[in-house]
């Protein structure tokens, strides 16, 4: 369908149907352009390795020593659960790597670590910064606080706090 312009839209800049529905008409088309390559592109079938030989993914290596470092740290955990300084450790590395890879299992990991002084109001300093960051992690603001608190009360001048 053809618009009917007169001359005096023209000279008004009343030109409705000129350049911005072009420019819509353009946008619509690319949009429907892209709309089927992607769903034509998802729809295949799942890739099947010819040979078990095939590699499919290769892990970095700094993964694969941290996790070689990680089982380390937890078996020593399983041995002596009330290792503050190997807690500390782990849970440390657990919140890196959760961090680095978006994996929110290591956070869990990381909390466990700590679970001998998950509830503790006395715990070390440096066990008081993970757990506030986990809490805080997990949105309990007012728990987070109340760790930061106590560790100000014994490191005041603490700047990660």
């Given amino acids: 369908m053809t618009p009917v312009r007169c001359a005096d839209d023209r000279e008004r800049g009343n030109d409705r149907f000129g350049v911005g529905a072009a420019w819509l008409a353009c946008v ?3 949009s429907v352009v892209a709309l089927s390559v ?18 499919l993914e290769t892990l970095p290596r700094d ?3 941290k996790q070689d470092q990680l ?15 190997v807690a500390i450790q782990a849970a440390s590395d657990y919140l890196r790597l959760g961090k ?6 290591y956070y869990g990991y990381a909390q466990a670590a700590l679970r001998s002084w998950w509830e ?3 715990a070390p300093v440096e066990i008081l910064r993970l757990r506030a960051k986990l809490k805080e992690r ?12 106590r560790l100000l009360e ?7 706090a």
Avoid: C, F
Wanted: charged share 25%.
């Fill in 28 to 30: 619509m088309a690319l």
């Fill in 154 to 160: 014994s490191e005041p001048r603490d700047l990660q």
């Fill in 138 to 149: 997990d949105h309990r603001y007012d728990e987070a606080l109340a760790d930061l608190k």
């Fill in 38 to 55: 992607v769903a034509t592109a998802g729809g295949g079938e799942p890739y099947i390795p010819a040979s078990d030989d095939e590699v």
């Fill in 63 to 65: 993964w694969i020593s």
């Fill in 100 to 105: 680095s890879s978006g994996d929110p299992r």
């Fill in 120 to 122: 503790s109001a006395n």
């Fill in 71 to 85: 089982a380390t740290l937890r078996r020593q955990l399983g041995q002596n659960p009330n290792d503050a300084n």
